[in-house]
């Protein structure tokens, strides 16, 4: 039997391990972009484009039907190991059968035999994936062994990159570090299975996951195809320096997204187990709280971003990639479009069953990336995907939206965030001051972080904000248990 979680503690350790996800590029983002270059980063992110479709389907939509099914059934022992077995095998030979057809592939055609051992090295991550238990662990709500189990091998990852990565021929060297720090979460996964849960072989009913599991890999793979797309046709109508800068500008906006969406993930064990007791009013409370807490994170972050841009390119990557600032600052309605879009989509209309619904409006967000691609980017490289990308997403978060409202029952008021508009108002006042009056970066960065934190805090507390007013008793709430 599993005792419930805490969700502001699950929150907390979600985001400290989607930050740890992220971070590990991140940190060694400003020397590995200085030591291979452009495109180094291109090459490895084009071929790691390629591997991913095989890995969607090698997937099967797992990572998400995954957690569902285990929350459904944490409870019961019995079938909890049932049910991890019959994933499981269904995993393994998805994953055996996509990664014979990526190696075949890779082997027969002379398109990628300049960069053969970089493709043979992405390809193991399709092996590793036989391994991928994380699905298992956030059915079950266990935030804090899945933080501490990615910060030990991200630890060991940084310090192996400083350690080998020397010179612009090292980028195979780096691709492989990469790989092996997946390697390592996954073999520690398996490890551990059984301090949670003991596999059972017997009564074994593979086929009801099926159905499911097929239209989700539909999801999975529509949502991929325009999450790689950008990727693999930059690399194909441009140049691999283009998809070095769009790599790095993407990469900045993905970690703010991720910490933003950390709320949403933490959210679907817990919005299953609403809707298999039916407890409707429970689930529509905690959909409007993370609704209005997504709106109070996403917006100020956007702005910062936006007036960072300059600084975080050039700090973390380098003058070398100054073309990626413009890319990075189109990309910033991302923060606040899939941090919506992740809620209703995947975190509502998935625990209600609605997987037919969320396929359309992610199909139609990829077909419209396609086109837009095709257009855009002979002309305008990286800038055209960025382009490109914000209005399909921008798509599939309205259509999202407007299904799962459908089965919500409460309403959304622009007078719930009056308190957050003067804040944003108030930051931006303070950002643009800083942006036109100190020319040097790092003290930029430094400054327009402190400043805009406090200045969005400051305000909201002193327009006595009800959003601010709870996070904050929560937090001293949980410092005065742990004393």
Known sequence: MNKPKSLLKNFIYNSI??????????????????IIGADGIGRINFSNSIMNYFLIVASLGIPLYGVREIAKVKNDDTELGRAVSEILIINFISTIICMTAYYLMVNIFGYFKDDYILFLISGISLFLNIFNLDWFYQGLEEYKYITFRSAV???????SMFFFVKDRNDYIIYALINVLALSGNNLINILNLKRFVRPQFKSLRIKRHLKSIMVLLSIQVAVNIYINLDTTMIGILSDKESVGYYSNAIKINKIIVSVITSISTILLPRLSEYVNEKKFDDFNLLVEKAFKFIIYISVPAMIGVFFLSEPIIIILSGKEFVPAIN????????????????????????????????????????????????????KFKQNGAAISTIIA??????????????????????KDFKNNILSNLAMIVILFVISISIKNLFVKFILSVLSGAITYLSFNILLKDKLTNEVISRIMRIKKVHR
């Open 17 to 34: 391990f989607t930050i740890l996800n992220l971070l590990f590029p991140i940190i060694t983002l400003p020397y590995v972009s200085r």
């Open 153 to 159: 091998i991200k630890i060991v990852s940084i310090i």
């Open 327 to 378: 890319t990075m600052r189109i990309l910033v309605p991302l923060i606040l479009v899939l941090g919506i879009g992740n809620l209703f989509g995947t975190q509502v209309l998935m625990p209600l069953g609605k997987e037919k619904k969320i396929f359309f409006s992610v199909f139609m967000g990829a077909l419209i990336n396609f086109i837009i691609n095709l257009i855009l980017i002979p």
């Open 393 to 414: 997403e921008s798509t599939v978060m309205i259509c999202q939206v407007f299904l799962a409202f459908k089965y919500l029952s409460f309403k959304v008021s622009i």
